[in-house]
């Protein structure tokens, strides 16, 4: 049978009435030839120490299914985590999936804050659960007071990134335990993708509060974002339940390998970090003295508001290979493109590439 008769046979295999609805979600990845400064990804490599394992590593690990948990035990370590708090993941995005699949009833509701991360959103639609977004205000900033409203006794899982995709807002540490405590009945996942580039973390109240989970990936400071690799971070008695349905070869064998030495390399990680502190307050500084608004990031990324040119201001970037990501389409981001800040060399590489672009496209403010 060929495949194109296959397809014409009148479909009687329907999805789940969540599946069907939900939306799907297309980032723009092909070709990705150039300097990226788009997908918030580390712009230069992994930690050389990460690179000498990736020479060693044999065919025969290949050949085996990866076990996860040593690489676990050497992480709890690190983190001074107990080790069933902590589970390894297919990046961040498979920490969502988890959570939502652990908890999500479609009569349940899931707090999320808008713009943010897409994946919240998707992991939480496809379970049919209703999703009640908070719009932050023009300012961007975490929205606390309505979070707090938008909480109800369905609310079973609240997911927030701080500091937040893709604004750069950060969420006060008080006001995450005090919501812990206000939805006793709600997993609150805290993503820390970004943490390196601001610092502040609730990781170890994990230990004590039965209802937090956090977040961290390999992704963006470790730039191992190929390897997909992230982290969960939980209470015991709340993991046991989540590690139930996980596959368990989630992680791949070259990832397990790779990660010890990426942790143990903490000279690369804040060389990398500082990097990208002194690149934002570069990109800062050019972005005032242009009359570029923006806001104040927290994370590896800058958003700006180009207005009506956005289109044709990304597009500029391009032709002189520099790529940048086009948010207009988010809530609240009408206009508004996002810009990765990596090395001090990458970023000016990019700053240069911007003002090449605005006089293109004879960018003036709005005033
Ligand atoms: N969380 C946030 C807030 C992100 O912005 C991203 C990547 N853009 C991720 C998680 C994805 O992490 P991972 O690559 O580990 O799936």
């Known amino acids: 049978m060929s495949i194109d008769s296959a397809t014409s046979v009148p479909q009687k295999l329907r999805p789940r009435e969540a599946v069907e609805r939900?939306?799907?979600?297309?980032?723009?990845?092909?070709?990705?030839?150039?300097?990226?400064?788009?997908?918030?990804?580390?712009?230069?490599a992994p930690s050389p120490r990460v690179q000498a394992v990736l020479q060693r590593i044999a065919a025969d690990t290949l050949t085996k299914y990866p076990e996860r948990h040593h690489v676990e035990r050497i992480v709890a370590e690190h983190f001074d985590l107990a080790e069933e708090a902590v589970l390894l993941t297919n990046g961040v995005d498979e920490a969502i999936h988890l959570l939502c699949e652990t908890y999500l009833e479609p009569q349940h509701e899931v707090v999320i804050v808008t713009p943010t991360f897409s994946m919240y959103a998707l992991y939480a639609e496809a379970t049919g659960a209703r999703i009640r977004e908070v719009q932050a205000d023009s300012t961007l900033q975490f929205p606390y007071q309505r979070v707090q409203e938008a909480i109800g006794p369905n609310t079973?899982?609240?997911?927030?990134?701080?500091?937040?995709?893709?604004?750069?807002?950060?969420?006060?540490?008080?006001?995450?335990?005090?919501?812990?405590?206000?939805?006793?009945?709600?997993?609150?996942?805290?993503?820390?993708?970004?943490?390196?580039?601001?610092?502040?973390?609730?990781?170890?109240?994990?230990?004590?509060?039965?209802?937090?989970?956090?977040?961290?990936?390999?992704?963006?400071?470790?730039?191992?974002?190929?390897?997909?690799?992230?982290?969960?971070?939980?209470?015991?008695?709340?993991?046991?339940?989540v590690r139930k349905v996980s596959s368990p070869y989630n992680v791949n064998s070259v990832a397990l390998e790779c990660l010890p030495e990426a942790l143990a390399d903490e000279a690369y990680i804040s060389w990398y970090a500082e990097q990208v502190l002194q690149s934002r307050t570069a990109a800062e500084r050019v972005l005032t003295q242009l009359k570029v608004p923006y806001w104040?990031?927290?994370?590896?990324?800058?958003?700006?508001?180009?207005?009506?040119?956005h289109k044709a201001f990304v597009d500029a970037l391009r032709r002189q290979d520099v790529l940048v990501r086009d948010r207009s389409s988010d809530p609240g981001c009408d206009g508004c493109v996002r810009i990765t800040l990596g090395t001090i060399e990458h970023t000016e590489r990019g700053l240069i590439a911007l003002q090449n672009a605005l006089k293109e496209i004879q960018w003036q403010p709005e005033s």
Request: hydrophobic content about 45%.
């Open 296 to 309: 104040p990031s927290h994370a590896n990324f800058i958003l700006m508001n180009i207005g009506g040119k």
């Open 156 to 241: 079973r899982v609240i997911m927030l990134a701080s500091p937040n995709n893709p604004t750069g807002a950060v969420v006060e540490t008080s006001f995450l335990l005090e919501l812990a405590a206000a939805a006793p009945q709600a997993a609150l996942l805290v993503d820390e993708a970004y943490y390196h580039f601001h610092g502040e973390s609730v990781l170890s109240v994990t230990a004590t509060v039965p209802n937090l989970f956090v977040a961290r990936t390999f992704s963006k400071a470790y730039g191992l974002a190929g390897l997909r690799i992230g982290l969960l971070v939980g209470h015991p008695d709340a993991m046991r339940f």
């Open 22 to 44: 939900m939306h799907e979600y297309h980032p723009p990845l092909a070709g990705r030839d150039g300097l990226r400064l788009d997908f918030n990804e580390n712009t230069f």
